[in-house]
T-cell receptor, first 110, second 115 residues
Framework: GQQVMQIPQYQHVQEGEDFTTYCNSS?????IQWYKQRPGGHPVFLIQ?????EVKKQKRLTFQFGEAKKNSSLHITATQTTDVGTYFCAGPGYGNKLVFGAGTILRVKS | DAGVIQSPRHEVTEMGQEVTLRCKPISGHDYLFWYRQTMMRGLELLIYFNNNVPIDDSGMPEDRFSAKMPNASFSTLKIQPSEPRDSAVYFCASSYRSTNTGELFFGEGSRLTVL
């Protein structure tokens, strides 16, 4: 079945450094969603990308959808301690099911 | 709107006991999803409903798990009998569109510990 792979699994950065997580699908995606889960919290929707090559920004967060619509990335510029958490990508799978990647855990040292 | 409401937030029970988790989706959302999250397996979709009808339960681990949605504002996930390997955080989520186009709104989760 369709799988969504995410790398890295874990990243520990110094506050102020940049951070990027990558998401790759085995199949072409009609869209891709990104979620953030704070420690002890629940996943919260960040954004959805639909178009090939699409780039969207939310303050210090930049989201990209690959030209082939099989990969995506989330880049955070100048991380802050409030950015800590797990970032998930998710894409629609067979039968309307949303398939989540394993997530990238971000820790920020202040 | 108060968002997706789940109860209980925490449950500790002994192996063999019945566990019932409850969810109230956001009003007007036609889709309801039950996910399970563990360190080993990440976020797994167990079952989802559309307009109160179960559409896909292929993610339900085994017959010990069952889910119902008697009306648009309430769903339950039941485990009977529970086992230690069922320990996880169970999330309910709702959406007003299909997952191909709409975002999921998650509840705060029910953390289950089976001793």
């Amino acid at each position: 079945g369709q799988q969504v792979m995410q790398i890295p699994q874990y990243q520990h950065v110094q506050e102020g450094e940049d951070f990027t997580t990558y998401c790759n699908s085995s199949t072409t995606l009609s869209n891709i969603q990104w979620y953030k889960q704070r420690p002890g919290g629940h996943p919260v929707f960040l954004i959805q990308l639909v178009k090939s090559g699409e780039v969207k920004k939310q303050k210090r967060l930049t989201f990209q959808f690959g030209e082939a619509k099989k990969n995506s990335s989330l880049h955070i510029t100048a991380t802050q301690t409030t950015d800590v958490g797990t970032y998930f990508c998710a894409g629609p799978g067979y039968g309307n099911k949303l398939v989540f990647g394993a997530g990238t855990i971000l820790r920020v040292k202040s | 709107d108060a968002g997706v409401i789940q109860s209980p937030r925490h449950e500790v029970t002994e192996m063999g006991q019945e566990v019932t988790l409850r969810c109230k989706p956001i009003s007007g959302h036609d889709y309801l999803f039950w996910y399970r999250q563990t360190m080993m397996r990440g976020l797994e979709l167990l079952i989802y409903f559309n307009n109160n009808v179960p559409i896909d339960d292929s993610g339900m681990p085994e017959d010990r798990f069952s889910a119902k949605m008697p009306n648009a504002s309430f769903s339950t996930l039941k485990i009977q009998p529970s086992e230690p390997r069922d320990s996880a955080v169970y999330f309910c989520a709702s959406s007003y569109r299909s997952t191909n186009t709409g975002e999921l709104f998650f509840g705060e989760g029910s953390r289950l510990t089976v001793l």
